[in-house]
C-alpha cells in the first residue's frame, strides 16, 4: 500500500539555524500539505501545495518557513532560522484532490536547543 | 475560520464496551469530515471519513454520523478492543471551489480500553 514516507524522523538544531524537512508523497497525489503538532497539542495547518506553488497558508507559516517540490517525488519544508517555539512534530500529508482522503506520513520530530 | 472542537478529551472504557466521540464544527462551508487515530510516535491514521451528503457511514467497528444541522459528527467504536487505545482526532474540510483542503483539527480524545 503506497504511503507518504518522512526523513529524517527526528531531527535537532540550535536556535538560528536552518532545517530541511523532507517528504515523498504518494505518487499519484496532486496536493501537498505540512502540519504541526506541538507536543500535546492539536495539529495545525501550516501550507498547501499544488500546481508547483503554495495554494494556502497559515499564520504560522511567516516568512522564516518555506516550500519547495524540486523534483518529481520530494516535497520539503525549510525552517530558514529556526526558534525555541519550532519545536514540534511536523507532518507532511498528500491527497489526489480536494475534499479527498489526506494521508499523513509518519512525522519529523524537531528539537530546537 | 473553521473551529473544530472535540469531546471528550479522555475516555475510559472496558473491553467490548462503546466509545462515542463527538465533534462540532463552526463553518456550515464544511462538507468532508475525516478521524484519525493517532498512535504513540506515529503520525495520524485515517479511520473514516464523512461528506456532507450522507448522514452515516460505517465500517466494521466504527461508524460517523453527521447532523448538518446541528454542524456535529461523531464516531462511534463498537466493541472496544486494547488496540483500539490511541489518541483520535476528528477534522474538517472544504472541498471543491477555492478551498485547497485544509483540515482544522479538534483538540484530540485520549482512548483508554481496559483488558
Known amino acids: 500500500e503506497p504511503e507518504v514516507t518522512q526523513t529524517p524522523s527526528h531531527q535537532v538544531t540550535q536556535m538560528g539555524q536552518e532545517v530541511i524537512l523532507r517528504c515523498v508523497p504518494i505518487?499519484?497525489?496532486?496536493?501537498f500539505y505540512w502540519y504541526r503538532q506541538i507536543l500535546g497539542q492539536k495539529v495545525e495547518f501550516l501550507v498547501s501545495?499544488?500546481?508547483?506553488?503554495?495554494?494556502?497558508k497559515s499564520e504560522i507559516f511567516d516568512d522564516q518557513f518555506s516550500v519547495e517540490r524540486p523534483d518529481g517525488s520530494n516535497f520539503t519544508l525549510k525552517i530558514r532560522s529556526t526558534k525555541l517555539e519550532d519545536s514540534a512534530m511536523y507532518f507532511c500529508?498528500?491527497?489526489?484532490?480536494?475534499?479527498?482522503?489526506?494521508?499523513f506520513g509518519p512525522g519529523t520530530r524537531l528539537t530546537v536547543t | 475560520g473553521e473551529n473544530v472542537e472535540q469531546h471528550p478529551s479522555t475516555l475510559s472504557v472496558q473491553e467490548g464496551d462503546s466509545a462515542v466521540i463527538k465533534c462540532t464544527y463552526s463553518?456550515?462551508?464544511?462538507?468532508?469530515f475525516p478521524w484519525y487515530k493517532q498512535e504513540l510516535g506515529k503520525g495520524p491514521q485515517l479511520i473514516i471519513d464523512?461528506?456532507?451528503?450522507?448522514g452515516e457511514k460505517k465500517d466494521q467497528r466504527i461508524a460517523v454520523t453527521l447532523n448538518k444541522t446541528a454542524k456535529h459528527f461523531s464516531l462511534h467504536i463498537t466493541e472496544t478492543q486494547p488496540e483500539d487505545s490511541a489518541v483520535y482526532f476528528c477534522?474538517?474540510?472544504?472541498?471543491?471551489?477555492?478551498?485547497?483542503?485544509?483540515?482544522?483539527f479538534g483538540q484530540g480524545t485520549i482512548l483508554t480500553v481496559h483488558p
Open positions: 500529508a498528500s491527497s489526489e484532490g480536494t475534499g479527498r482522503e489526506q494521508y
Open positions: 505518487s499519484n497525489h496532486l496536493y
Open positions: 501545495f499544488y500546481n508547483n506553488e503554495i495554494s494556502e
Open positions: 463553518d456550515s462551508a464544511s462538507n468532508y
Open positions: 464523512i461528506r456532507s451528503n450522507v
Open positions: 477534522a474538517a474540510s472544504m472541498g471543491g471551489g477555492t478551498s485547497y483542503g485544509k483540515l482544522t
